[in-house]
Nanobody
């Protein structure tokens, strides 16, 4: 069974940090690019970040550049999203997704990702 499980969400104040984790099991996830997506209430899902299978290439959406850092530990089938200086507009359900391709896609197209986790809630309140 191919599976991704997110953890690490929570309730924080502006300026604080969280680290999200995405645990992969059941397949050779070390060969997949992994992306993070988020969806806020009443808004469309948006791509946040992606990391290639080797970890050598990363990408971020403009709104999180300089604040979020994606990384991966292939030995332990883990991908992380370090989120610093969180703001209320970062409030959303965050999901990780695996792409059966070593490279990230250019445009965070959801259809390019094959396996999705259930999500973890991040709430930033003033």
């Amino acid at each position: 069974q191919l599976r991704l499980v997110e953890s690490g969400g929570g309730l924080v104040q502006p300026g604080e940090s969280l680290r999200l984790s995405c645990a992969a099991s059941g397949f050779a996830s070390r060969y997949d690019a992994i992306g993070w997506f988020r969806q806020a209430p009443g808004k469309e899902r948006e791509g946040v970040s992606c990391i290639s299978s080797s970890g050598s290439a990363v990408k971020y959406t403009d709104s999180v550049k300089g604040r979020f850092t994606i990384s991966r530990d292939n030995a332990n089938y883990m991908v992380y999203l370090q989120m610093d200086n969180l703001q209320p507009e970062d409030t959303a359900v965050y999901r990780c997704a695996a792409r059966r391709n070593a490279d990230c896609d250019l445009y965070f197209r959801e259809s390019n990702y094959d396996i999705w986790g259930q999500g973890t809630q991040v709430t930033v309140f003033a």
